[in-house]
């Protein structure tokens, strides 16, 4: 397979992640252009990434074979409003922005192949997961050109129903947030059993951090993991039994079908 020509719109910390990634991966920088409006903003990645920028979107996507809508949700409309009239039927178009349909943004771009994706933060490290559904155009060469561009910061897993991204924005697009207070937590509960600060904030990183590494290390699920480090009648068990007593489980489900509801209805009210 030829190196996909990929065309950023919007060269701001989603697209530099990608970038990134794609350069760190092999991909030559001149199989990749940026556009964005501001000159700083396209001084910064062609420095750093030796890419050729651009300050219209048009000129941009011109040859891309693949066309990453990397801009806010606000400003989709507009962007692709203004697209429309320069995009191949050829071109694939990748939107990583939330909460856009790939009906609205059939409605602005016209009928076409639309990979939509819902990465995370942690992208920014390379170490990001997403979700990606791809519509009845998308061709299987399309499809993994998508893959493959989002590997490069993460993993990426394919969903079959565009709805399913709801889900994917509660659990891991929303979900580092989670994770950085339940961190908190238990920073400031261990401050307050009597550990320093730092103390008690290092203890808690590098648990989260050995905890996650573990369970995907693991051929064994979550919950057999916690029931062979939970020995009966110990000092893990007095803590689960607690969480469990106050409904962990049913607050954790409560939370996330907020933020899954939440995505509907913004996706509702950006794709007007
Ligand atoms: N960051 C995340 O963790 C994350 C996770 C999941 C999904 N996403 C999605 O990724 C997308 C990008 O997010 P981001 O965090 O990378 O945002 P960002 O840093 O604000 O990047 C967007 C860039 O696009 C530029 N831009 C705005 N209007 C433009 C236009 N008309 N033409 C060309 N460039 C334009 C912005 O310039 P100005 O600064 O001048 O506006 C900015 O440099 C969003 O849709 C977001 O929903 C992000």
Request: proline share 3%; hydrophobic share 45%.
């Amino acid at each position: 397979m030829t190196t996909p020509r990929i065309a950023f719109i919007g060269a701001g910390n989603m697209a530099a992640s990608l970038i990134g990634g794609l350069r760190a991966q092999g991909t030559d920088a001149s199989a990749i252009r940026a556009s964005d409006r501001g000159a700083e903003q396209r001084n910064k990645i062609s420095a750093e990434h030796g890419i050729e920028t651009f300050a219209s979107n048009a000129e941009a996507i011109q040859g891309a074979d693949v066309i990453v809508l990397s801009i806010k949700p606000q400003v989709m409309k507009e962007v692709c409003l203004d697209l429309a009239a320069h995009i191949g039927e050829q071109q694939l178009v990748v939107s990583i922005a939330a909460g856009i349909s790939c009906a609205s943004l059939e409605n602005w771009l016209g009928p076409r192949a639309i990979v939509r994706c819902m990465p995370n933060t942690p992208a920014l490290l390379r170490q990001g997961v997403s979700g990606l559904y791809s519509n009845a155009q998308v061709s299987p060469a399309q499809r993994q050109q998508a893959e493959q561009l989002l590997s490069a910061v993460g993993l990426a897993l394919w969903l079959d129903q565009e709805a399913q991204i709801d889900a994917v924005t509660a659990v891991s697009g929303s979900g580092p947030a989670y994770f950085f207070l339940l961190i908190e937590a238990m920073t400031a509960a261990g401050e307050k059993l009597g550990l320093p600060r730092e103390t008690a904030a290092q203890l808690t990183l590098h648990t989260a951090l050995g905890a996650a590494r573990m369970a995907v290390a693991s051929d064994v699920d979550a919950s057999e993991l916690r029931r062979r480090v939970t020995s009966p009648a110990g000092t893990t068990e007095a803590a689960i039994k607690t969480f469990q007593a106050d409904g962990f489980e049913a607050l954790v489900e409560k939370a996330l079908n907020a933020a899954a509801h939440r995505s509907a209805e913004l996706a509702e009210q950006l794709g007007q």
